[in-house]
């Protein structure tokens, strides 16, 4: 079964900015949606932003809209995910999946930690 790789993680301060990317291939990325995720220790994974098939379309959660940009390289196949103005609480592994999640697409995720 195909997954999802992310990547792009690491350790920032705070304020910094990371740009995560998830990779895909075949019809099971390319037609569809794609959200990112995350999940901090200790808390359930929660969703965070989308994009259309077509990179058109992208919805982005109130919490993180000011902060986090979604988009998507069709030729590269690949979604991204930049985040700005990192915050301590934005600590957590980030994961790609469809929109919405489809429960044997979860990769292995990438890990971002915000410390001074």
């Known amino acids: 079964q195909e997954q999802f790789v992310e990547s792009g993680g690491g350790l920032v301060q705070p304020g910094g900015s990371l740009k995560l990317s998830c990779a895909g291939s075949?019809?099971?990325?390319?037609?569809?949606?794609i959200g990112w995720y995350r999940q901090a220790p200790g808390k359930e994974r929660e969703f965070l932003a989308s994009?259309?098939?077509?990179?058109?379309?992208?919805f982005t959660r109130n919490f993180v809209r000011d902060r986090f940009t979604i988009s998507r390289d069709i030729a590269k196949n690949t979604v991204y995910l930049q985040m700005d103005n990192l915050k301590f609480e934005d600590t957590a592994v980030y994961y790609c999946n469809h929109y919405p999640a489809t429960a044997d697409y979860w990769g292995q995720g990438t890990q971002v930690t915000v410390a001074s």
């Open positions: 075949g019809d099971r990325f390319e037609r569809f949606d």
């Open positions: 994009i259309s098939w077509s990179g058109d379309t992208s």
